[in-house]
């Protein structure tokens, strides 16, 4: 994502221009950052990871989210992510019902311009949410995901895997996620490190 020069709104208006607009931008601290486009790795492993836990909840009362659904923090910033699961009757900002505040699981699937942000001062708003309880960061040039699950003092564990034959438990929504299938078909033409991580 990429700032937009001079842009400086208040939570109220960028909502509102965030409604009329027909691109997608988040808002952190007064600033708007316009969302650049996926690449087609990033879209498929957001993909797969979307259809396998709705499929894995089905008759359950959860449903599945892809990044058109606008998270809000108690902080007043927004957000899109990848996949977002909301339990029970979802808490919306406003009467508009187009921004939810009570996720319970979010994935966001990293980019080679937002690693750092994505774990972490995006986490770090994404925590703040009470209902949050685990946050899944998925690398798209090679095999890796970092799964953070909140514990009952309110600390956060960090358990990665990088083995393709691991099943991610995700234990807020009672189900499992193998890494197999957040990895379907997707390519790794190059032998690339996973983003942000140290050699």
């Known amino acids: ?10 939570p109220d208006e960028y909502l509102a221009a965030e409604r009329r607009a027909t691109y997608k931008s988040e808002y952190v601290a007064g600033e708007v950052f316009a969302m650049s ?48 699961v909301v339990c029970g009757e979802p808490v919306y900002a406003d009467d508009h019902r187009d921004t939810i505040l009570n996720p319970i699981l979010i994935v966001e699937v990293l980019s080679d311009s937002t690693p750092d942000y994505d774990r972490g001062g995006k986490f770090a708003q994404y925590r703040r949410l009470a209902s949050l309880q685990e946050y899944l ?24 895997t990088s083995d393709l034959t691991a099943v991610l438990m ?3 929504i009672g189900c499992q996620l193998p890494l197999a299938e957040i990895y379907d078909k997707v390519s790794f033409a190059v032998a690339n490190p996973v983003e942000g ?3």
């Open 1 to 10: 994502m990429s700032s937009l020069p001079h842009i400086r709104l208040t």
């Open 37 to 84: 486009g996926a690449t087609l790795r990033h879209s498929l492993i957001a993909t797969n990871i979307a259809a396998e836990l709705r499929q894995r909840l089905k008759g359950r009362d959860c449903t599945v989210h892809a990044s058109d659904l606008r998270v809000g923090t108690p902080a007043g910033n927004y957000f899109y992510p990848d996949v977002v």
């Open 137 to 160: 960061v998925v690398a798209q040039t090679a095999p890796h995901v970092e799964h953070h699950t909140r514990q009952a003092d309110g600390c956060w564990l960090l358990h990665e």
């Open 170 to 172: 995700l234990t807020s």
């Open 197 to 199: 991580a140290t050699p």
